[in-house]
């Protein structure tokens, strides 16, 4: 026997290496999950009305298709941004790749709360970017940019871009120059081998970054919270409320089932799509 | 053959270092022309020039008579096989072919027509909707050679195109390409390192040494007359005697080498004391030379059986080394280590100008008094 182990996958330590994790997810992660469910089915009484009140088409609809919206959106602009930011950075001269390197790190120091409350300070109806705009005359009162879905959708941005960045870059840079140089010889203009060669080549990363920024963003709480101001609640937030303000646990949990399932979709989506070979690289 | 692409005084210095010298070139229309040179002698930055991938520091490529230094590498018209071939991973074989046609805005019918003759004159039919990674090196170079022909492009760069490959199929290829050249007509302009390879293809080879053309001339000629040392150990090997006292007599240089007076016909200009002869024009035997041959005493060293033919290494009294090539079915009649003569016809000896024609030295000559030898191909499978 002691022979079999030693032939198979390894010894004793090996095995409870293996099993770690899988056992802190059953204890930590999966069997409260299951009380959440239970919750979402019991509480105030047993059956599916939370559900119902979530699916109905009332402020609860609204929420999430709320967060799908704002989820939506602030992944595209991040796309979009990231992209051009893994162009530039992955096609640069040495100088402008650690520049680059240095601005995409430095947010990662700085707690998203700071960085929430800094965006609030810029975009408030008295703060800096109104303050700046109204004393050089270039409107005459503030643009009520503070405390709304623009506020939330800046500061989600700001926050996922770095994100974002890794993967498109990371595919970017394995483009081999000399595809690119080929197509150029062969009579492409550079707008040409951009669109036809440079995108096609890059979309593998495109599509991670995306599917991994919008499950980000559809359980984005923090940032929502302070640049929404209560006005822009989304799932999290409102899953919060549920449970420490008008202890409705029932309906919380019902609200966190539905929006695991959401996240589940996506990413199960991407995964027959895609394939989990493009996540990885 | 006409002048077709011309190149006046092209240069090109990354930072300090030059990695060309004001190059002249003239490329003849429909030519089969190669750059040859040991890694680093500029030939592929001149390419680089020519395909319009690189600026040149200064001078002029002109085109029929057309300044075109200037011109952005996707309107040059100028085909291009890269080393390695870069080839779209994302299209088929037959999208690749056709990508130089539909940049260019040519209809999907005729796109379709001539990837189609292509793709019969490299020989890949039935691969057309493989991606190229589902095709071997050798096929994905044919996609690369017919991906660069399909517009009918007047110049055609190949950067090492067959240096990826295995033995045999790298000579196949040779054939192929050399057939391919034949039936388009197109002026091809090859890059390699490789002097067989260069030997086999060319209608002219220029070679590169330290960012300088050295010799440009039909294979033939740089094999039989090379302009200098560079080119004669670089193209083939080579035994390289250095006379002792060098003088004319008789439209002949003759000079003293281990006790033997050499002579070989005088060249124009100043007194070598160069004298080299060719392997395969060494005989290895027990008699001296006769009247209208020279030679020179050395021991048998080692014998290398290559099958076509044998190797013989010799070594004369003052050590330096000789190498001679003896065909198949002359049965080696000599024993290791046992005192021999080495003959050639006198007519077969060649003295090189030991002041180089290249601008700069090239290889520094060895220290050694008396004959070297080089093998410089070193590709024996």
Known sequence: MAGASRNGNGGLGTRALLWTLPVLLLTLYVVPFAGVISWSVTQPEVGFGQYWRILSGGDMTNVFLRTLRIAVVSTAITILVGFCLSYYWVMGSRLRQTILEVCIFIPFWISVLVRAFGWLIILRDNGLANGFLMATRLISEPLGTGRNEFAVIVGMVHFMVPFSVFPMATVMRKIDRRILLAAHGLGADPATVFRKIFLPLSMPGVFAAFVMVLVFSVGFFVTPAILGGGRVVMVAEAVFVQMFQTTNWGLGAAMSVVLLVLIGAIVGLAYRLLGLRSFVG | ?381
């Open chain 2, 1 to 381: 053959m006409t002048s077709h692409i011309k190149m006046v005084g092209v240069s090109k210095a990354f930072g300090a270092f030059n990695a060309l010298n004001r190059i002249d070139l003239d490329i003849r229309r429909g030519e089969f022309l190669t750059f040859l040179g040991p890694s680093g002698s500029g030939k592929t930055t001149l390419l680089m020039i020519l395909a319009g991938f690189e600026k040149p520091s200064g001078g002029m490529v002109t085109k029929d008579g057309a300044d075109i230094t200037g011109v952005s590498a996707d309107r040059r018209n100028f085909g291009m096989v890269f080393q390695g071939y870069a080839l779209f991973p994302h299209m088929s074989v037959a999208d690749n072919i056709g990508f130089p046609l539909r940049v260019r805005g040519v209809d999907k019918r005729e796109r379709q027509a001539r990837v189609a003759d292509m793709v019969d004159l490299v020989g890949l039919a039935g691969h057309q909707s493989k991606r190229p990674q589902d095709l071997s090196g050798g096929q994905q170079q044919r996609v690369a050679l017919a991906r660069a022909l399909v517009f009918g492009p007047e110049l055609l760069l190949l950067d090492e195109p067959l240096s990826a490959l295995d033995k045999n199929l790298r000579e196949q290829l040779q054939f192929e390409l050399k057939e391919i050249h034949r039936k388009t007509g197109t002026t091809f302009v090859f890059v390699t390192h490789d002097q067989n390879e260069a030997l086999a293809l060319s209608d002219r080879i220029a070679i590169f040494n330290h960012g300088d053309i050295v010799q440009i001339d039909t294979p033939e000629r740089l094999y039989s007359a090379p302009c200098d040392r560079f080119t004669a150990e670089f193209l083939g090997s080579i035994n390289i005697f250095k006379l002792k006292n060098p003088r004319r007599q008789n439209g002949s240089i003759i000079g003293e080498f281990g006790g033997q007076v050499l002579s070989a016909p005088a060249l124009e200009g100043a007194i070598s004391s160069l004298l080299s002869v060719r392997p395969e024009f060494l005989d290895v035997r027990e008699a001296g030379p006769a009247s209208d041959e020279d030679g020179v005493r050395a021991v048998l060293r080692a014998q290398v059986y290559q099958g076509g033919s044998t190797i013989l290494k010799l070594a004369t009294a003052d050590g330096s080394e000789l190498i001679a090539m003896r065909a198949a079915g002359q049965a080696p009649c000599v024993e290791i280590d046992k005192p021999v003569w080495v003959t050639w016809p006198r007519l077969r000896g060649r003295l090189i100008p030991e002041n180089s024609l290249s601008r700069e030295v090239t290889e520094p000559l060895t220290t050694t008094m008396g004959g070297t030898w080089k093998i410089t191909s070193n590709r024996t499978a």
